[in-house]
Structure formats: structure tokens, C-alpha cells
């Protein structure tokens, strides 16, 4: 009826108010957020290990939703906490769970020593994956699937929601991890050879991105047939990150095909330089700034979206940067505890450059992707996974203390397969996310999409609105899960 038109007519507007004109909040508590999720992977692990130490075994006898439970308990439930209903006690939050840990973590030294610091600093360390840079991918992702929905519900703080111009939200982040996090895992940045023809590689590119092409097409077509909500300052009107994510990809495989990857930092510097000279010189942040234009052309309708790409190029292009330098060939966990070290120099070095170009320059933008957002969001990164490679080397040591070496997507020191190892890494959440990545993307936007649909988020109590976001991520858990038991792995090309 018309009514009901007028309705979710008005439901829409007063929604898509509520994630506008926003301000973000501080550095220091994006920085304190990061926290979070290694405590959680420090705490899945310490469980595991008191289990084992307790009863003599690992869990395995339990069923599979049991270890299911207990990874969505230890790594999900904490996160969905910590940005809704604790959101303001953030702080004690990570005190108290740091705390409550590391006692824990010196009650299993104290009960079962096996090995001193300076023999286990020498261990070999053996690994099909880097595990922290596994644990970093499928924790961005599950953070960005938590928000997307989180957002919509007023028990989510909106300091976290994404600015509107200038200031450092917590999802204005998750957008720059997620292209960090694509290139660090990239074929180049993993050493693979390009094999035939430089423009047969970009070929190949061009191929694999269909799939990031058509998602964009199809959130477009139903944002606009549904009169979803929409934030046109994000992206534009026609745009969405599928988009970008497809265009970065293409242009950064261009690109590196002429420039070596292990020089691929000279290229992440001088783009986002030369950008930040085009928008301070010329006169296009005031091109994109503008908001009374977008019934011009395509150009003027999507200027974030595209104006945007150098900056996510750049991102990318620090990530590569990275990734060649993690994934260089290391085995005793003296180098791997030098290597993590060095990253967290490196973001020590950029939060310098980051508090010196916010004083001279201009503040973070994500709407720009100006210089100082792309020097924030790789130097969080940068954070984000220094902290979580020393939780891994806290987690090994704490294995090989105990004389527990079959904790899941963790490092081990010792060589050779083992049955029980390899029955845990099959019962494992991060695994199950990891070999799924995108189909877990996928269907974290299209189930926020039908609770949008279903449910007036904005008049949801509280209470209500966590237990949503708990059903959302259980539901998202166990459909890849279930395809991780079954040995599926979803592959679009």
C-alpha cells in the first residue's frame, strides 16, 4: 500500500541519517581495540592447552559443534562485546582480560616446565602457513562482518561507524585492512613467478575479478530495487567496495608486472604523496567535496569512488611491501620474533608520520583516501598483525611448555604430520573462514541486508541487538563450518 511505501520510505531516510555526518573517534582507542582480538586467540589457545593439561587429551572425542561452540565463544562473542555493550568500558575490557591471561599463562609455565626461554628462542618452527598472517586475513573479515550489520543498531557506539570527511572510525579502518590484507597475501607479494606474457598475467587479472564485478552489480541492482539505504558520500551512487577492491586489484597487477614487488613501498610512497599534492594544489577536494553535483555524469555521481582509487592502490601496494618481507624464508623462532619486532617498529615509525601530517597536512579522510589515511590504516595494520604474531610466538611457547603442540592455526616445533594436529586444523573456525574468505563476505552482506529488511534496527532494544548479531554471526560461522567439515571450498574462477 502506499502507506507502507511511505513507511519504509521514511525507514531509509531516517537510517541512512543515522550513519551520516559522523565524527569518529580517537587513535587511541582504534589502537586499544586491536587488542582484542589476540587476547581472543591468546585465550582459544590457553583453554585448549589447560584442557589438555587437566585431562591428559585434546577435545577431540567432543562432537563438532562443540569445538564450533568453543571457537565462536573464545573468538567471536568477546569481539561483538567489545564494540556494543562494553564498548565504554573498552579499556578495563583488555586490562582485565590481559590479566586474567597472563596469569593463566604462568600457571601453565609453573606446572609443566619443559623447555627454558633460551632453548625454545632457538626451536625450529614449522608451518604450511604463516599462522599469524592466516589469523590477521579471517579476523578482518569477521571484524568488517560484525560491523556492517553492528552499524545499523544504536547499542553500536556511533564513534565506530565511518566518518562522513575527516576522523578515524573503527569501520573507516576495517576498510583500509581489508585492501592491506588482500596485498599481503597476493601472488607477488608470496614470490609466485608470472609465468607467459606480462599482458597474458594482467589477462589472467582481468579474469579473476569477475566475481567482484558481478557481487558489485548485484548489491547495486538490489540496493536500488529495494530502496535500501544508501550513504552516497562512502562510494557514490553507483559505486560499493566490490568495485574498488576489483579496480585495485587490476591496477596493482598492472603495475607490477613493470616495478618489483620488494620496491613496491617506493611505489605505495610516492602515489599517496603525489595524490595528496593533487588534492591540496588543484582543485579536486573540492571537486569531491562538493555534494550538489551528482546529477552531472557518472564522474560526478561516484567521485569517492574513483577519486579514492590511489590512496586503496597505495594501501595495497604497502601490504605487498609487507608481505614480501613476512614471507621471506625463516625457521628458528629467533628470526620470527626479530621479524615481528621489525613490524612493530614499523608501525611505531608511521604513527610518527601519521601524528606529523595530521599537524601539518590536513586529518585522516577515508572519503579522500587521503595521504594520512593511508599512513593510518597500514600503520594499524601494521599493529594488528605485530600484535597477533607475538601472541603466536606467546602461544607456541606456551605449547611447548606444556608439552600441548595441537592448538589450531598456530605454529609448531616439531616436523612431521600428526593425526591428532591435523583432525583439530579440520575442526578449526579460522580454517573454516580462511578457505572461504569471500563466500564469508558474501554472505555476511546479504544476511545484513535481510535483517535490515525484517527488522527496524533503529527501534531494537539493547539486549535484542546483541542477541541479532550473535544469531548473524553464528549463522555466518556455520554455513562455512559446515563446508570446512565437508572439504568444500568455494571457488568463483
Not at 586499544?32 to 589447560?50: E, K, Q
Not at 562510494?235 to 613496491?264: C, D, E, I, Q
Request: hydrophobic share 50%.
Amino acid at each position: 500500500s502506499q502507506t507502507s511505501l511511505l513507511y519504509m520510505f521514511y525507514t531509509s531516510e531516517l537510517k541512512e541519517a543515522f550513519v551520516s555526518n559522523l565524527n569518529g573517534t580517537s587513535l587511541q582507542e582504534v589502537v586499544m581495540g586491536s587488542f582484542v582480538t589476540p587476547l581472543c586467540i591468546l585465550n582459544r589457545a590457553l583453554i585448549l592447552i589447560l584442557y589438555h593439561q587437566v585431562t591428559g587429551s585434546l577435545p577431540l572425542p567432543f562432537s563438532r559443534i562443540s569445538h564450533l561452540l568453543l571457537d565462536y565463544s573464545a573468538l567471536i562473542l568477546p569481539l561483538v562485546l567489545s564494540c556494543t555493550i562494553l564498548s565504554d568500558h573498552l579499556l578495563q575490557v583488555v586490562l582485565s582480560f590481559a590479566f586474567v591471561l597472563f596469569c593463566v599463562l604462568c600457571h601453565i609455565y609453573n606446572s609443566k616446565r619443559q623447555t627454558s626461554l633460551s632453548t625454545f628462542l632457538n626451536r625450529t618452527v614449522h608451518f604450511k602457513q604463516i599462522p599469524f598472517v592466516t589469523i590477521f586475513r579471517v579476523m578482518v573479515n569477521v571484524q568488517t562482518a560484525i560491523s556492517i550489520l553492528a552499524v545499523d543498531f544504536r547499542v553500536f557506539p556511533r564513534r565506530y561507524a565511518k566518518t562522513e570527511t575527516y576522523g578515524t572510525g573503527v569501520m573507516d579502518f576495517g576498510v583500509g585492512a581489508f585492501i592491506f590484507a588482500n596485498g599481503l597475501v597476493c601472488p607477488e607479494a608470496r614470490g609466485k613467478n608470472v609465468y607467459g606474457s606480462k599482458m597474458k598475467h594482467i589477462g589472467k587479472q582481468l579474469l579473476s575479478i569477475w566475481p567482484l564485478v558481478v557481487l558489485g552489480a548485484a548489491r547495486l541492482f538490489f540496493v536500488k530495487v529495494s530502496d535500501y539505504q544508501e550513504h552516497v558520500t562512502e562510494y557514490g551512487v553507483h559505486w560499493n567496495f566490490f568495485f574498488t577492491l576489483a579496480l585495485v586489484r587490476v591496477l596493482t597487477s598492472m603495475v607490477l608486472v613493470v616495478v618489483p614487488a620488494k620496491h613496491s613501498w617506493i611505489l605505495a610512497l610516492v602515489i599517496s604523496c603525489v595524490y595528496q599534492f593533487a588534492l591540496d594544489i588543484t582543485g579536486l577536494k573540492a571537486f569531491i567535496m562538493h555534494n550538489n553535483d551528482r546529477e552531472k555524469d557518472f564522474l560526478h555521481a561516484n567521485k569517492e569512488g574513483i577519486f579514492s582509487l590511489p590512496g586503496y592502490v597505495a594501501i595495497y601496494m604497502a601490504g605487498v611491501q609487507v608481505g614480501c618481507y613476512v614471507m621471506q624464508p625463516r625457521s628458528r623462532v629467533r628470526d620470527w620474533l626479530k621479524a615481528v619486532f621489525n613490524l612493530l617498529m614499523g608501525t611505531l615509525t608511521l604513527f610518527a608520520a601519521l601524528c606529523i601530517c595530521q599537524t601539518f597536512v590536513e586529518p585522516v579522510s577515508r572519503r579522500l583516501a587521503n595521504l594520512p589515511f593511508c599512513l593510518w590504516s597500514v600503520a594499524q595494520s601494521l599493529l594488528f598483525v605485530s600484535c597477533i604474531g607475538f601472541v603466536d610466538l606467546i602461544v607456541l611457547f606456551a605449547k611447548t611448555t606444556s608439552g600441548c603442540q595441537f592448538v589450531p592455526s598456530s605454529w609448531n616445533s616439531y616436523s612431521g604430520s600428526h593425526k591428532k594436529k591435523d583432525e583439530m586444523e579440520g575442526l578449526c573456525l579460522v580454517q573454516a573462514i580462511n578457505k572461504n574468505q569471500l563466500l564469508y563476505f558474501l554472505l555476511s552482506n546479504v544476511l545484513t541486508g535481510m535483517t535490515n529488511t525484517l527488522v527496524n534496527t533503529l527501534n531494537c532494544t539493547d539486549l535484542f541487538s546483541v542477541c541479532a548479531l550473535l544469531s548473524y554471526m553464528f549463522t555466518n560461522c556455520t554455513v562455512v563450518y559446515v563446508l570446512h567439515l565437508c572439504g568444500i571450498t568455494i571457488k568463483f574462477w
